[in-house]
């Protein structure tokens, strides 16, 4: 019955959210963004409460934990979005079509992975050291060799599978995907971000393993941290710049997420622990960059 609820809800939010994305003429307002930004974190937050009321703490805990993990680890997504809009030229007010329908499908990605990570947690629990060496090796990477600067989004292999094998226009033609059979580069953004959001979401499922393997925890968790992704976008898009301090505090998050899991034989956090010292880390990363910007945007 709460996976039936918990999908109904999401269907429901889904449609609505539609409907605002379906405005193909309008650019998403800052004020806007706020307030349904401020939405789905309440309604995520609300959901927490209801999860920890009617089945106990530690679920309601252990949520709570998946929840601000996926929601910072999904921030990281943010910086390739923008990088992403800028390469293939995506005019503000389309861009909040590209990001539901991005999101979208990875809702159902994620879906696919994280059941799968599920079954094969369960089956084999020594996978648990495995998902915590890669996420590791993830921060590693963060911290000496992510250049999102020099990221070239339409050098995508599969953006380029697409290119070449479908008829494109040469410009983008309003808000649609397609001009008859014609696809336009509005798709090439799309397909570029589900590929993107691919490669987060194998770094970033196996991180919630962390606090809970229980499966609706996991997906409820993850669903909710992406539910509010398109809002956040419009939130932070000009910021984004300024939290210099952001990636290596999600790289201490995934080294902390990353070493709890290869060590799980030995060390046994609290969930509440473990929440503590995520939202600590993500508080310090956010309120450095604030305090000290890069010199470029300190003015």
């Known amino acids: 019955m709460l996976w039936v609820g918990f999908l109904a809800g999401v269907l429901i939010l889904l ?17 806007e963004a706020i307030g349904w930004s401020i939405f789905w974190i309440v309604l995520s937050l609300g ?9 106990g703490g530690e679920q309601g805990l252990e949520f709570f934990a998946g929840y601000l993990l996926e929601k910072s680890l999904s921030v990281d997504n943010l910086f390739v979005f923008v990088l992403l809009f800028r390469s293939f030229a995506i005019p503000p007010q389309y861009q909040h079509r590209v990001l539901f329908w991005g999101v979208l499908g990875a809702l159902l990605l994620r879906g696919s992975l994280i059941f799968a990570g599920v079954a094969l947690v369960h089956r084999f629990h020594w996978i648990i050291a495995v998902f915590g060496a890669v996420l590791v090796y993830t921060a590693w990477k963060i911290l000496f060799h992510e250049d999102e600067a020099d990221a070239k989004p339409e050098d995508n292999a599969v ?5 070449r094998n479908l008829p494109m226009t040469k410009t983008i033609e309003g808000p649609r995907f397609f001009i008859g059979k014609c696809a336009t580069p509005l798709l090439l953004a799309l397909v570029a971000a589900e590929t993107t959001d691919l490669v987060f979401a194998l770094d970033s499922i196996p ?6 393997d229980d499966s609706f925890l996991v997906f409820s968790s993850n669903i909710c941290a992406l539910l509010g992704l398109r809002a956040l976008y419009f939130v932070v898009r000009g910021a984004l710049a300024r939290l210099r301090y952001l990636k290596p505090g999600l790289a201490a998050i995934l080294t902390f997420v990353g070493l709890k899991m290869l060590l ?7 969930t509440g622990t473990s929440l503590l010292i995520i939202a600590g ?10 305090l000290r910007p890069a010199p470029d945007t300190a003015a």
Do not use: C, H, M, N
Not at 207 to 212: D, E, I, K, L, S
Not at 264 to 270: F, G
Not at 281 to 290: E, G, P, Q, R
């Open 15 to 31: 449609f609505i959210d539609l409907r605002i994305a379906s405005r193909s003429d309008q650019e998403a307002t800052f004020k």
């Open 47 to 55: 959901f927490g409460a209801f999860l920890w009321r009617r089945y």
């Open 159 to 163: 953006v380029r599978w697409v290119a």
């Open 207 to 212: 991180a919630v393993f962390a606090v809970t």
């Open 264 to 270: 799980y034989k030995w060390v046994q956090l609290p």
């Open 281 to 290: 880390i993500l508080a310090i990363a956010l309120v450095v960059s604030w």
